[in-house]
C-alpha cells in the first residue's frame, strides 16, 4: 500500500503544479473497457483511471505480449507489481482517456471531480 500512497502523494504535486483547469474525464464501465482488448485497440484501468494505451504496445520494455495479458482489464496490480519508474507514470498519463464509473471504482483516496 505503500506504493500508493507515494504515487498519490507524487500525483497531487503534479496536478497542484497544473496552471490550467482539467476538464471532466469521460467515464466508463469495465465493459466499456473489456471491448478493447486486442494490440490495434488495447485500453486497461489502473487504479480507476482509464487509458488507450494502443500506440504504446509497440514501445513497451518488456514487449507487447506483457500489454495484452491485461488488455480490456483492470491491470492496477500488474502494473503496481512490477517496478515502473515515474517516467513510466508519466508517459501513462499521456494515454489517459476517462476514468470507471463511480459504481466500479476501486480506490477513493483521490479527487476525481477534476
Not at 483492470?74 to 507489481?81: E, I, K, N, V, Y
Request: with cysteine; hydrophobic share 40%.
Amino acid at each position: 500500500m505503500e506504493f500508493f500512497q507515494v504515487f498519490n502523494n507524487l500525483q497531487s504535486k503534479l496536478l497542484n503544479l497544473t496552471l490550467v483547469q482539467i476538464p471532466k474525464r469521460k467515464q466508463y464501465t469495465l465493459k466499456d473497457v473489456s471491448a478493447h482488448c486486442m494490440e490495434n485497440d488495447c485500453w486497461m484501468v489502473i487504479r480507476d483511471r482509464v487509458y488507450d494505451v494502443t500506440d504504446f504496445m509497440r514501445e513497451h520494455p518488456a514487449g507487447s505480449d506483457i500489454m495484452l495479458e491485461y488488455a480490456g482489464t483492470d491491470a492496477t496490480m500488474a502494473f503496481a507489481d512490477k517496478p515502473h519508474s515515474l517516467d513510466a507514470w508519466l508517459i501513462l498519463e499521456k494515454y489517459l482517456i476517462g476514468e470507471l464509473v463511480p459504481e466500479e471504482r476501486m480506490f477513493d483516496d483521490h479527487d476525481y471531480s477534476s
